[in-house]
T-cell receptor
Framework: DARVTQTPRHKVTEMGQEVTMRCQPI?????VFWYRQTMMQGLELLAY????????DSGMPKDRFSAEMPDATLATLKIQPSEPRDSAVYFC?????????????FGAGTRLSVL | SQQGEEDPQALSIQEGENATMNCSYK?????LQWYRQNSGRGLVHLIL?????REKHSGRLRVTLDTSKKSSSLLITASRAADTASYFC??????????????FGRGTSLIVHP
């Protein structure tokens, strides 16, 4: 049963530390999305990759966040330095372009707490 | 700004009743999707309706789309306690090639009491 895998599931860190979240998209999917979910803001799109190229990262605070896809099986989201306001659940989703459906398959998320 | 906005924010019903959630969006679209999120989990795709469709069914789910009003509704019939979850609509401005970058609203939190 193909699924998007995110690690770690939970992360507690102190303010100022670097945080790296990883995502393994479903094999054969060529789009990857990073979202942040909080009670206040809901589900916010942070970054969007197609064929490993970043197409839209306008939702991401550029000074501390960075998103990359070193290869087709790995997407990373880094926060450096982390701040308490970054506490949220971060979701990765993957999908396929070409069928114009844009259905996304979500991972279980990384729950981040920055103290 | 968010493309899709769900209404109501919260809905509490008894098992067996129907639940209706609405979604409004801002720009022309290629399709609109509904997702469900159980507590502590990622979102799961439920159903997709294309811009040239007006109604679609899948089991106990019924989705309607009114492009003139830029709105959609999701109806869950004969609800069950297991339907308790948050429901999101997702759509986005149409891009070239029929694709779009989907954005989500804040969701409707549905509680079904046994």
């Amino acid at each position: 049963d193909a699924r998007v895998t995110q690690t770690p599931r939970h992360k507690v860190t102190e303010m100022g530390q670097e945080v790296t979240m990883r995502c393994q998209p479903i094999l054969g999917h060529n789009t990857v999305f990073w979202y942040r979910q909080t009670m206040m803001q809901g589900l916010e799109l942070l970054a969007y990759f197609r064929n490993r190229a970043p197409l839209d990262d306008s939702g991401m605070p550029k000074d501390r966040f960075s998103a990359e896809m070193p290869d087709a099986t790995l997407a990373t989201l880094k926060i450096q330095p982390s701040e308490p306001r970054d506490s949220a659940v971060y979701f990765c989703a993957s999908g396929r372009t070409g069928d114009a459906k844009n259905i996304q398959y979500f991972g279980a998320g990384t729950r981040l707490s920055v103290l | 700004s968010q493309q899709g906005e769900e209404d109501p924010q919260a809905l509490s019903i008894q098992e067996g009743e129907n639940a209706t959630m609405n979604c409004s969006y801002k720009t022309s679209i290629n399709n609109l999707q509904w997702y469900r999120q159980n507590s502590g989990r990622g979102l799961v795709h439920l159903i997709l309706i294309r811009s040239n469709e007006r109604e679609k069914h899948s089991g106990r789910l019924r989705v309607t789309l009114d492009t003139s009003k830029k709105s959609s509704s999701l109806l869950i019939t004969a609800s069950r306690a297991a339907d308790t979850a948050s429901y999101f609509c997702a759509t986005g401005p149409a891009l070239s090639g029929g694709s779009y970058i989907p954005t989500f609203g804040r969701g409707t939190s549905l509680i079904v009491h046994p």
